[in-house]
């Protein structure tokens, strides 16, 4: 019977990722935000359905009735675009439609204020995110529209790209998103981060036929959330577009290592671009770290595509094989947050951002003490040879130390 080793397992994972050639992704879903504290999908259902009038929290629970809530979006905006005058659709003409479209919008919006949020996880991440010195930028992908990722990146002073240009009303920048990273003529340098939300932001907004990105939350107009999936509607999809194919060409850059939390697996687009790329990229890596267990559709195609990586709580399919997890012998530094209560705790995004984090630091320490080494081979080298410049200042060795940690 396969069986597999956590701590050999998370040891690996740091290696892959202590390797700066290589070209790292992440892929948060509502796990990760429900980590801090936040609604996951089902909770931020109930929450908008407890604050709609009563009028549209029929209307809303009748779509729900078979969709889950951004499909019930999208069926509600096909409802509001394509319902003649005097006509309706379950009910609803295309002017009920529209009200309701903003509503749940609006609703959303305060259902995820992170005010009273547990922002830790995010900071760990952010922290990881943008002192990984990767030569190529690092790029995080998510489906969440609350704002922990900006106020994490924004508290520890990283710098990042989310693909709008401008401050009070930040314009959608298409020609940005698609460039090449590393191409020549690149204005975005890759030591900001990339930050993508394929479903759209709560402090995104629809102005003169755009959407942009505005400081706050939005509070008089509808956030643009969820992208429709209606061709007729191809103005509201443009930068949702940009973003999915963003995330398509990401994923077939070489020596890829895709990192996936909180996402359930919920969205086919989604899914068919992670399953292409890792059928076509055999040199690159995807590993979906899932708090409950596996779902089927994700372990079908773990099991027939090696480089995919399912990590559960009590199994995972590493390799092709699936098997459960030894309970390990050892005890290592990162032990409290590799296994934890007879489970794997990577699957928890509090534990991975924090084991993240942690082995940051501790890769920096190591190319910092090897940089002390190699610049006190060097003053002993020359100081044999009577040849050191003693013109040399102490701020240049300083940004030589800077250079390499």
């Known amino acids: 019977m396969t069986t597999h080793n956590p701590i050999e397992y998370a040891n690996s994972l740091s290696s892959k990722l202590a390797t700066r050639e290589r070209h790292v992704c992440t892929f948060l879903g509502a796990g990760a935000a429900s980590a801090c504290g936040l609604s996951d999908v089902s909770a931020l259902q109930r929450e908008v359905l407890s604050e709609l009038s009563t009028k549209h929290a029929a209307a809303f629970e009748n779509q729900l009735a078979e969709n889950e809530l951004e499909d019930a979006l999208s069926r509600i905006r096909s409802i509001s675009a394509l319902v003649n005058e005097g006509q309706s659709l379950d009910d609803l ?41 990767y030569h190529r930028p690092v790029e995080v992908f998510t489906v969440n529209y609350d704002l922990l990722l900006e106020t994490a990146f924004e508290k520890v002073g990283a710098r990042y790209f989310d693909g709008f240009v401008g401050n009070l009303n930040a314009r959608f920048q298409t020609e940005l998103v698609e460039r090449t990273k590393g191409a020549n003529g690149d204005e975005i340098p890759s030591s900001f981060v990339r930050l993508w939300k394929v479903h759209g932001s709560i402090n995104w907004v629809r102005k003169d036929g755009d959407i942009v990105r505005v400081g706050q939350e939005a509070e008089e107009s509808a956030a643009a959330i969820y992208p429709s999936d209606r061709k ?54 995807f590993i979906a770290f899932c708090y409950s267990e596996i779902p089927e559709k994700l372990a079908e195609r773990a099991e027939k595509i090696p480089n995919i990586q399912a990590i559960g709580p009590h199994e995972a399919i590493i390799g092709g094989n699936r098997g459960e997890w030894e309970t390990p012998r050892d005890e290592t530094e990162n032990g409290d947050l590799v296994w934890k209560d007879g489970k794997m705790a990577l699957r928890d995004f509090r534990n991975l951002s924090k084991y993240l984090a942690r082995n940051l630091s501790v890769e920096t320490q190591r190319r910092s003490e090897t940089m002390e080494e190699q610049l006190a081979e060097m003053l002993s080298e020359t100081d044999e040879e009577g040849s050191f410049d003693e013109s040399i200042e102490e701020d240049e060795i300083s940004r030589f130390g800077e250079s390499n940690v």
Request: charged share 30%; proline share 2%; aromatic share 10%.
């Open 232 to 285: 007729y509607e191809e103005s509201r999809r443009v930068p949702f577009l940009a973003l999915q194919d963003r995330f398509r060409r990401a994923l077939h850059e070489d020596e890829t290592i895709l990192i996936i939390s909180g996402y359930g697996f919920g969205d086919q687009h989604l899914n068919e671009i992670i399953f292409e790329a890792a059928t076509r990229c055999k040199r690159s890596e």
């Open 93 to 133: 003409t295309a002017e009920d439609a529209a009200a309701l479209d903003e509503a749940i919008c609006r609703e959303i919006v305060q259902a995820l204020d992170i005010e009273q949020a547990d922002i830790d996880p995010m900071l760990y991440f952010a922290t990881w995110a943008a002192r990984g010195d």
